[in-house]
Each structure stands twice: as structure tokens, then as C-alpha cells.
């Protein structure tokens, strides 16, 4: 079987990529460095010709909210097109937990029109919504900088490794679509905050954590229930201090 991966050079895209070709599949890593370019069109129909499933793992490079926008519509229409050509069985995408009650914010608005358009489209589809990933904590500490200061919400979230929802995503790709999405997320849920004061105390970072609960997660205000996941979800086992351990050892 033929998998192609959309982003496979990238943090998840990468273990997926890795864990398929240990399992034995045929895997076509999707970027332009390899001549796959899902902005432009090239390399698209000749990359998707034989594939049973496509899997898009791709990112927007900037934040900006038309510019995430336009990224996603442009980037889905001429991927879900290439693959309705082609005949795809599979077509899954990794999206964000929460994203449909994250509407204030531009990146979670430019998700959802990537969910819309996944399906509208007449490619058999699972969406794999995951929460925040452990190794984006760093960023989201300097999103959160100001001074010696890092202002984060109090609301709970439920953070995954890359490792487990790599093996997520890889394990929906062996399944049939389900024409519909389910949660991913990580064993603890946890208030922001105090994770990040958990982190930044593991790395020794002197910077301060106030909790803050009018405090904006990439432009929207969040609660207990924006971030975490609602009704049945796949849950993994690697918590924080597991994960850490892990991070620091790998260095």
C-alpha cells in the first residue's frame, strides 16, 4: 500500500513517516523539497497516482490570520482535488482539539475551514483532533513573554507527545475512514499555567508564571473545557514528567 504523507519531514510527519516504513508500507514524503508543493499544485497528481491514502500533516508557516487562512483553504482545495482525481480511499487530516469552539482565535478559524472543506469533499476522510503538543511548550512560553513575565490562563489542558500521537495518526492510517473526527490527547489534564511553571522549574528558567485567566491562548480567551477533550477520546500513556525525561535525556 501506498501512504503518501503531507509534511512528513516535520516534527510528527517525520515519525509517521518512520513508523510506517518500520511497518513495511510504501511511504512518499510530501514537501517541496521532494518537488510536492500543496500551495502551488506541482508535483501533486504525480505524488497522489497510486496512493490509498494521503495523510496531511501540514503547517502553516505564519500565524497571521488571513495568512493561516489562506494556507489552509489553498493547500486543502488543491490536495482534496488531486486526490478525488486519483481515486484516494483515505484521506486523513491532523487537526486541533477544540477547534470549533475556538472561533476568536484566526488559526483555530483557519482549521475549521480545512475541517469544512475536508467534508465537502468526496474522498473518504478521518480527522485525528489532537490537544497541544508537550515539545510546543517553549513556544508557547515566548508567546507568552513579556519582561521577565509569562501570563498564561489557569484553564486546563491535556497535553500529548509527539511520539504518542505519531502513533495515533499512524495507527488511523492501517483503518478504514470513519467520515468523521475523534479526540487524541494526553493522560493528565493540567491547568496551563501550572504546567508551565512545572516546566520552566525543570529547566531551571528563572522567568515567572502569573496565572491569569483573562490571559488570550494564540488570541482567544479559554476555559476549562476550550482545550480538552469532549465525549469518547483516544487517551496515551505518556504524561509530563515521562515526557521530560525523555526530552532531556535525548539531548
Known amino acids: 500500500m501506498k501512504i503518501l504523507v503531507i509534511g512528513g519531514s516535520g516534527l510528527i510527519g517525520s515519525k509517521v513517516v518512520n513508523n510506517l516504513r518500520q511497518l513495511g508500507y510504501d511511504v512518499l514524503v510530501g514537501s517541496p523539497s521532494n518537488g510536492i508543493n500543496i500551495l502551488t499544485g506541482e508535483g501533486l497528481d504525480d505524488a497522489v497516482k497510486g496512493a490509498q491514502v494521503v495523510i496531511d500533516l501540514s503547517n502553516s508557516p505564519s500565524f497571521e490570520d488571513q495568512a493561516v487562512l489562506d494556507f489552509f483553504e489553498t493547500a486543502g482545495r488543491n490536495l482534496l482535488a488531486a486526490e478525488e482525481k486519483a481515486g484516494v480511499k483515505h484521506h486523513i487530516a491532523l487537526s486541533v482539539v477544540g477547534t470549533d469552539r475556538m472561533l476568536e482565535s484566526g488559526y483555530f ?143
Open 109 to 251: 478559524r483557519a482549521k475549521m475551514a480545512q475541517e469544512n472543506l475536508i467534508k465537502q469533499s468526496k474522498v473518504p476522510y478521518t480527522i485525528v483532533r489532537s490537544t497541544q503538543f508537550f515539545e510546543f511548550l517553549s513556544g508557547i512560553a515566548q508567546f507568552g513573554t513579556v519582561g521577565n513575565e509569562i501570563r498564561l490562563s489557569p484553564a486546563h489542558v491535556q497535553p500529548i507527545s509527539s511520539d504518542d500521537i505519531a502513533a495515533v495518526v499512524t495507527d488511523t492510517a492501517l483503518e478504514e475512514p470513519i467520515n468523521g473526527g475523534f479526540d487524541a490527547a494526553g493522560p493528565e489534564k493540567v491547568g496551563l499555567a501550572e504546567l508551565m511553571k512545572r516546566y520552566l522549574d525543570a529547566l531551571g528558567d528563572q522567568r515567572v508564571v502569573v496565572a491569569d485567566p483573562k490571559a488570550a491562548y494564540y488570541g482567544a480567551q479559554i476555559n476549562d473545557q476550550s482545550l480538552t477533550p469532549t465525549g469518547a477520546a483516544r487517551i496515551a500513556t505518556t504524561g509530563f514528567s515521562a515526557w521530560l525525561s525523555k526530552s532531556q535525556s535525548a539531548k
